[in-house]
């Protein structure tokens, strides 16, 4: 079984490997990869931070402020508290204080003029550590533009993945919509089944098929889409029991493309449903009505709800 | 009736619903869709700041502004006014004006120096106040950015949607043009018409039709674009007369994108007409004239200009 | 002759027009069209600021910081100059120009502590200067970036466009470079002839022919690319003399397409010659040669070099 | 030999030139091309700036800052040091240095006023450094916005191109990984061979093939992506020796694109792999593996790692 020798379809997540993956995509949309980083230059710090949650970016913003000003306030007390006019140095604490709060006046530019430096060695100390601040918070200004402007889409997708009666069949369907207030546009889908196949000897190969849609392009998302792949002769859930699409260790990767028309961006969103997060006969309830003023109104608590529908006997095993 | 069931084309705007909707795309490009927002997360601060009106916006960063200072203020008063030598302190209102001064004085880091921080505490809470200062200020740059650099296509709609005649026929056009001085390239038009069937027992369900246009792309936009679609045979408005277009609560939804030079940016912009802003037997004067050095000069003012033009009795039903 | 009448290619400059236009698009890409605005709301304050030249720019931050720190000081002038602690009263124009240092020294939150404000209104005014400050250098940095991460792809036109020899026949070829150092790749050209045809009476109409080009795309442009459009049967110069090119006001329109690799933007980039910038029988000569090393070296100063070539008598006219 | 005459592919690299390259892309994806930049106003500071490297960044931020800070000085000195209130004038050395000291105060908004200027001149010329130092910063806040914001997708490539086994003949195949924590999606590879055909005479010209790939786009790249051209008798390296590709001086041109999620932009990386880094006989080995848990563990330090693999005598020559 050569690798090479395949032609079979791969989303870019390879075919060959042995043992069992927990998932494949996580329900925040990354992938369940893991790295051993050989080289520290692979660390891109910009990327880094900008992806940090809030808590550990601001604590990030505070330690580096209260490591910083310590720095310069022993630095400051290796040039001479004496240099520092102004400052009071009755005992070494004192003398750190009044150092560390100097170092915050000037980092900050705010300069009150209480204290000031004298002397060669603490003013250049002072005019490094102001354009330090200067070029530290010209740094943040951008942190923060980078960290507010990344594109934001979040979908909201239904809990479950349902198996709903459709036409003479089945199908299957997902709903999504748009958590946030921004509107989004030119709205794309792709759905992936990934199986693994399991050959005499324990070797494994994934296995990626592509699900047709319904309706894979949406021009907008004001309410909810759901997205419907019709189980026809040539689905690859055709005929499939659940016991063995989780034999199969089958996973959905959904691939959701748009518009941004609030940051006129692209933004990509992934997502995943493992075989346990399917439900076999039930069907979506409408999540929006229209008010008295004829006003639309969505509800996003109700983008899961959903009301179990008879799946007719000959179309689950056809 | 099964919404599954049927395959008919579906911009993202769903078809099943009961009820009259006002009207669907609002003049400003906005989906007249309401939402019950569940989560305090759906919330995106950044977003929700850039798409303020500008009054909103700066009576926002002025309230936040008073807040941080007075809530310093108040912090320095808890501290000891007694720490912040140069402080004016004969009553408590004059306290907290010296208070409320400095915090200003701090946060905006223009720390004169008239009133200067004494104490641990005090030092301690300047300290926190001049950081906080600087990041808000780069969060204030960050926004600011965001609302300037956002895509400002602006594109002027002709107030009415005509019915012209067209060769041997009849065509339905409207006139567009960039508000702004900036460069749209590569523009291209989608027009839908949504329209609502009503079935026996009062239930209803919105049909979508795509318009077929003369022309769907054009290059660029320096002077106008009418945007016309032939009423031929297969067009959904072959043989239909006002009063059925308003028993069908017809509805054109417009989607125009473009390409910004000014930001290098794809713009998309939506507009809609109603079924009582279509106007039978017009067509549109020419908004723009060669001036005498051979300049063309395009009068925004004439957007809408037209005249009557009479419709042949055999053109209107055929 | 009924505008709508036509389905012949329109780019969207519109076809029916009388008069003579100097020329469709001026040599810095910007269209030859002025506009009558209608309101003020269509100036964009940040677009007009982005796109004003250096000079322009610096002069009109200089100004507003001179014009910004005079209403300031009138300001606290009216509220009384000796709340100004420090500041230098003797005359009224000591008072004023004590009033703009001190201006100054706030609205760039320098703050020396040499003058300082006391007094409830003063202070006021103090706190609202300094808040407005650093908002207007806030605005001022997202203003240089946006200046400054503009798009920038400048592209070099050779400065005649060549009737040159071509297989058995001829073609009209330009040649085009990156004038800037940064990488463009996936470039893509599009060239329009535009002539007027003039009917009986005077009326005039414009016809827009697209060129097919030998080779209407590059990968990249580390050197020159010699755009060339065969002359064969097919195209609107077939047979054409340079006076009947000049009866017609031929132009041709070019549009060049291309990823600037520094921004990470699509850039475009629009370009013209007339009539009279066409040169027959020439072809251009390389402007690049291979020093001792093997590297490449780009000399753009002989973009427009070129050398005569023969054109046979039965090409010209065929 | 008439270079109009040609209907070849060319990417934009051009096709006629004399000498031989030492290679047409570096390793850093740069072109191997240097100009003569002819005006002045081909220099475009930003993005100058922007490319620099980190240390020469920083270089020039510390040199600009002390210059800037010099010339200012030195317009103190100037005016006169008896206007700069507080400073130290003992000698010559000493007022200049009082001087820089306040210069670099009044730069950075520090201004403790130890140090405040009186007289007109020296009042003016602080208020003209204050707005330089706060624009001159804003100016360092969108530099350093452009540095971190530009997109970085950096991608590993094995160190060899192999000639492996494929099906019943031959392949070319590299592997790429993304060195990056970022996700990349949508990813496009192109691969050109670019040969030179040299003529007698003594002139060359260069010849560019794209090669047909298995699989020239992937979803996503969370792990490796082994890029694979099938030898078959349509490829230009259908028996071909290594010395015979050596004497073509062949280089393979890659070109991979790519949506970067993280800033969401478009990414462009450009590799290549000249004649001597083809390896024949050999196919990479996993460069990942899945541990206990069920995760998938990636480890770029063995992107490179090969096996030899026989090749068959008639796959080679056939």
Known sequence: MEPMNNETFDPGLTQMFGGTVRRFIDKDGSFNVHRKDRLLQNLHVFQYLIGLSWPSFVGFVILSYLLVNAVFA????????????????GTLGEAFLSAFFFSVQTLTTVGYGSIVPTGVETNLLASLEAMTGVMGFAFGAGLLYGRFSRPSARLLFSEKVLIA?????????FRIAN???NAITDLEAKVLLMTVETFSGGQHRRKYDTLTLERPAVYFLPLTWTVVHPIDEASPFHGKTPEELAALQAELLILVKGFDD?????VHVRYSYRYDEILWGAKFKPAFHIDGRGDLI???DKISDLESVPLREGSRNP
Chains 1, 2, 3, 4 share one sequence.
């Open 165 to 173: 009666p459709y036409q003479d069949g089945l199908s299957l369907q």
């Open 262 to 266: 609030t940051f006129s961006q692209m």
């Open 298 to 300: 969505l509800d996003l």
């Open 74 to 89: 022993l630095l400051y007390l290796i040039a001479g508290i004496e240099h520092l006019q102004g400052a009071q140095a």
């Open 179 to 181: 958590q946030r207030t």
